[in-house]
């Protein structure tokens, strides 16, 4: 085989890449940073709370375990005043 051969066979074979692998070559932004993003997206006139609850709804039916997209559905559960986000613990 040539190298050019070999070229073919690297870009032809398909192959899949599991979550560690795409996490280390494309890690996720910060979730605050996302958050931020989001926020600013949101075109003047809409209700946050609902823009939120849908933003959540989004990502429940995604499924991801990520932790960034954890903090980030807490953030978004927050603004959207759902009772459906983690509270902090109480000092004793």
């Known amino acids: 085989m040539t190298t050019r051969d070999d070229e073919k066979m690297v870009a032809t074979r398909p192959h899949k890449v599991d979550a560690k692998t795409m996490a280390a070559i494309s890690p996720l932004p910060p979730p605050e940073e996302v958050f931020a993003d989001w926020l600013m997206s949101?075109?003047?006139g809409i209700c946050l709370e609902i823009a939120a609850q849908r933003q959540i709804e989004l990502i429940d039916r995604?499924?991801?375990l990520h932790p960034g997209v954890a903090v980030l559905r807490s953030l978004l559960a927050a603004?959207?005043?759902s009772d459906d986000w983690p509270r902090p613990v109480p000092n004793l």
């Open 62 to 64: 995604r499924g991801s």
């Open 79 to 81: 603004v959207a005043c």
């Open 42 to 44: 949101v075109p003047p």
